[in-house]
T-cell receptor, first 112, second 115 residues
Framework: DTEVTQTPKHLVMGMTNKKSLKCEQHMGHRAMYWYKQKAKKPPELMFVYSYEKLSINESVPSRFSPECPNSSLLNLHLHALQPEDSALYLC???????????FGPGTRLLVL | AQSVTQPDIHITVSEGASLELRCNYSYGATPYLFWYVQSPGQGLQLLLKYFSGDTLVQGIKGFEAEFKRSQSSFNLRKPSVHWSDAAEYFCAVVTNTGTASKLTFGTGTRLQVTL
């Protein structure tokens, strides 16, 4: 089983709202990732967690706050977002940093 | 810096025709290379990967890719395209950043299939 699940599938939020995206995997993977993907562009890496510790932060604005409560779960907390943050947010996981990444279906976020 | 180039932004093929999507990489050592496919509004699905060994790699859905070190290429092929293959295709390489590794994607190739 190579399934990564993401909730919600769609999210609409105002610029003053606080919301969270959730990602879950039960493959025993120890690395988890958040990507942002704008239309007609490749995914852009935001954060990498390795063994539940943040190992890469690609200079993402502080209005995005990642959290890895345990090895199966990854959250992305959103606060005071801008309309340009509207995008598809993808989660992925892998056995380790150099291993194959498996992607979830994504959360389509619209910021009004 | 490690990078991946996909020269073709958009390709159109007829159903039943053969397909080749190009991918060139820039990497000093033996690269870890991947091809992913993405249908509109969906996540990325792994088609195949190359780490080492046999340079001709078989993947899902009838796809294959050949690693050619001399040409720094990892082109994706399919002998007979189906209408359901219409999607965005991304080539990617694992790149090292000192303390961690990450996946660097090409800009993607959009495949359109005509009936």
């Amino acid at each position: 089983d190579t399934e990564v699940t993401q909730t919600p599938k769609h999210l609409v939020m105002g610029m003053t709202n606080k919301k969270s995206l959730k990602c879950e995997q039960h493959m025993g993977h120890r690395a988890m990732y958040w990507y942002k993907q704008k239309a007609k562009k490749p995914p852009e890496l935001m954060f990498v967690y390795s063994y539940e510790k943040l190992s890469i932060n690609e200079s993402v604005p502080s209005r995005f706050s990642p959290e890895c409560p345990n090895s199966s779960l990854l959250n992305l907390h959103l606060h005071a977002l801008q309309p340009e943050d509207s995008a598809l947010y993808l989660c992925a996981s892998s056995w380790g940093p150099r291993e194959t990444q498996y992607f979830g279906p994504g959360t389509r976020l619209l910021v009004l | 810096a490690q990078s991946v180039t996909q020269p073709d932004i958009h390709i159109t093929v007829s159903e039943g025709a053969s397909l080749e999507l190009r991918c060139n990489y820039s990497y000093g050592a033996t690269p870890y290379l991947f091809w992913y496919v993405q249908s509109p509004g969906q996540g990325l699905q792994l088609l195949l990967k190359y780490f080492s060994g046999d340079t001709l790699v078989q993947g899902i859905k009838g796809f294959e890719a050949e690693f050619k070190r001399s040409q720094s290429s990892f082109n994706l092929r399919k002998p007979s395209v189906h209408w359901s293959d219409a999607a965005e295709y991304f080539c990617a390489v694992v790149t090292n950043t000192g303390t961690a590794s990450k996946l660097t994607f090409g800009t993607g190739t959009r495949l359109q299939v005509t009936l």
